[in-house]
C-alpha cells in the first residue's frame, strides 16, 4: 500500500539548517508530483513547497523561499527538503504528500521540527 | 497574495446536515482551482476526502460530498456522525510560483 514516511525533524537553533527526508513505496514515485506542507502547533496548515515528477518545476511559498530547497532521487524513491537560516517561525510539523492530476490524496504521518534557541 | 476563506467554526447535530465553504479572495471558485477537502483530528495526519470539486476517494464516505456553489467551493456532510467532529481544510489549485493555498480550516462540532 502507499506509504510516505517522513524524518529528520529536530531540535535547531535559529539560523540553522536541517534536512528533511521522505521515504516513499508502494506507487510509483516517479510518476507523481510532491509537496511539503507544514502545520505550526495548534494552527492551520501551510503548503511549503512542490516538485515536480522529472524535478523539471519546483514552487515555493514565499515565507520559505531562498531559504528551503525541494529535491528528489526517483532511484531511491525520496523527496527531501533542505531548510536553511530557519527560524522560529519555521517551528511546524512538516508532511509530504503526492499528488497527481491536482488530488493530493496521499499524506505521511509528519516530521516535527523546532527552531528555538 | 491569494487569501483561501473557510468558516471558523461550525456546530452540527448528530444526523444533521452541515455545508462548509471555501472562498477565495481573487474571485470564484472554479473547476480549476481542483478543490481538494481534508479532514483533520488531533493527532492525525490530514485524510483526503474529495478533489477535484466533487470526486470522492475510494475511502471517503458517501455522507461526504463536494460542489461549487455561489463562487466558493463547498464540502456537505449530510447525515453527520458523531466522528466527523473534526478540523476540515480546502486547498485550491491557482497555478502560478505558488500553486496549492490552504484554507484556514473550519472546526466542525457534533452536538
Known amino acids: 500500500q502507499v506509504q510516505l514516511v517522513e524524518s529528520g525533524g529536530g531540535l535547531v537553533k535559529p539560523g540553522g539548517s536541517l534536512r528533511l527526508s521522505c521515504a516513499a513505496s508502494g506507487f510509483t514515485f516517479s510518476d507523481y508530483f510532491m509537496n511539503w506542507i507544514r502545520q505550526a502547533p495548534g494552527k492551520g496548515l501551510e503548503w511549503v513547497s512542490h516538485i515536480a515528477p522529472s524535478s523539471t518545476m519546483k514552487h515555493y511559498a514565499d515565507s520559505v523561499k531562498g531559504r528551503f530547497t525541494v529535491y528528489r532521487d526517483n532511484a531511491e524513491n525520496s523527496l527531501y527538503l533542505q531548510m536553511n537560516s530557519l527560524r522560529a517561525e519555521d517551528t511546524a510539523t512538516y508532511y509530504c504528500?503526492?499528488?497527481?492530476?491536482?488530488?493530493?490524496?496521499?499524506w505521511g504521518q509528519g516530521t516535527l521540527v523546532t527552531v528555538s534557541s | 497574495q491569494t487569501v483561501v476563506t473557510q468558516e471558523a467554526s461550525l456546530t452540527v447535530s448528530p444526523g444533521g446536515t452541515v455545508t462548509l465553504t471555501c472562498a477565495s479572495s481573487?474571485?470564484?471558485?472554479?473547476?480549476?482551482?481542483?478543490p481538494n477537502w481534508f479532514q483533520q483530528k488531533p493527532g492525525q495526519a490530514p485524510r483526503p476526502l474529495i478533489y477535484?470539486?466533487?470526486n470522492k476517494h475510494s475511502w471517503t464516505p458517501a455522507r461526504f460530498s463536494g460542489s461549487l456553489f455561489g463562487g466558493k467551493a463547498a464540502l456537505t456532510l449530510s447525515g453527520v456522525q458523531p466522528e466527523d467532529e473534526a478540523e476540515y481544510y480546502c486547498l485550491l489549485y491557482s497555478g502560478g510560483a505558488q500553486p496549492w493555498i490552504f484554507g484556514g480550516g473550519t472546526k466542525l462540532t457534533v452536538l
Open positions: 481573487t474571485g470564484a471558485v472554479t473547476s480549476v482551482n481542483y
Open positions: 504528500a503526492r499528488d497527481l492530476n491536482w488530488s493530493v490524496d496521499s
Open positions: 477535484s470539486t466533487n
